[in-house]
Nanobody
């Protein structure tokens, strides 16, 4: 089991920035991919970004490319999501995810049901 705890959400104005962090604990002795998903009210959970264990493979949702940056420190078991130029449509609960088997350089990473471990979520609200 891997436990995930997110932090860093909040309220920000359009065009502003936020940095989300996720700390993993538990079964972190073997390699695992990490990712971020989000869920807006009344909508399905959607993929945002993912990063491989080494950080060598990164995958983004098209709508966040150039604005969001995912990074990780595998020694510390953390993953961050730097979000810049935020838009109202970025408003959602953001969830950290982890999985020991997902291969980041494939579109499989965008399927929420394939990720085994989830955090409790952190709210991001972008006001106009």
């Amino acid at each position: 089991q891997v436990q995930l705890v997110e932090s860093g959400g909040g309220l920000v104005q359009v065009g502003g920035s936020l940095r989300l962090s996720c700390a993993a604990s538990g079964r972190t002795d073997s390699s695992y991919a990490m990712g971020w998903f989000r869920q807006a009210p009344g909508k399905e959970r959607e993929f945002v970004a993912a990063i491989s264990w080494t950080g060598g493979s990164i995958y983004y949702k098209d709508q966040v490319k150039g604005r969001f940056t995912i990074s990780r420190d595998s020694a510390k078991n953390t993953v961050d999501l730097q979000m810049n130029s935020l838009k109202p449509e970025d408003t959602a609960v953001y969830y950290c995810a982890a999985d020991h088997n997902i291969v980041v350089h494939t579109t499989v990473v965008t399927t929420a049901s394939l990720w085994d471990y989830w955090g409790q979520g952190t709210q991001v609200t972008v006001s106009s």
